[in-house]
């Protein structure tokens, strides 16, 4: 089981971003998959995940500028960034969990991405 996650890079205060997480050796429609972020010096915090049932969930952090989408047939899951602020600066990780419902502890979580570094700045 590998998960990939790609997109970050180098973007503007206001700016957007598409995030996205391959799934290769799971059936990703049996499982929620969530992203989360570890900015530096701080603990990895959960931001947003999608139920199998496909209902999205967000952390008030970045409600109303990320969303969470899912195309199960393609394996992938893609986090949608807009207005982007210095302090969305953060490694982004994918994880799946194969619980029915979204948890924000990590330890629920048992296969991960690599992370892909997001950096805001001007």
């Known amino acids: 089981v590998q998960l990939q996650a790609s997109g970050g890079g180098l973007v503007q205060p206001g700016g957007s971003l598409r995030l996205s997480c391959v799934a290769s050796?799971?059936?990703?429609?049996?499982?929620?998959v969530a992203w989360f972020r570890q900015a530096p010096g701080k603990k990895r915090e959960w931001i947003s995940c999608?139920?199998?049932?496909?209902?999205?969930y967000h952390a008030n952090s970045v409600k109303g500028r990320f969303a969470i989408s899912r195309d199960n047939a393609k394996s992938t899951v893609h986090l949608q960034m807009s207005g982007l602020k210095p302090e969305d600066t953060a490694v982004y990780f994918c994880a799946t969990s194969s619980l029915e419902f979204c948890v924000v502890e990590e330890d629920m979580y048992n296969y991960w991405g690599q992370g892909t570094q997001v950096t805001v700045s001007s």
């Open positions: 050796g799971l059936g990703l429609d049996y499982y929620s």
């Open positions: 999608s139920r199998k049932s496909g209902e999205t």
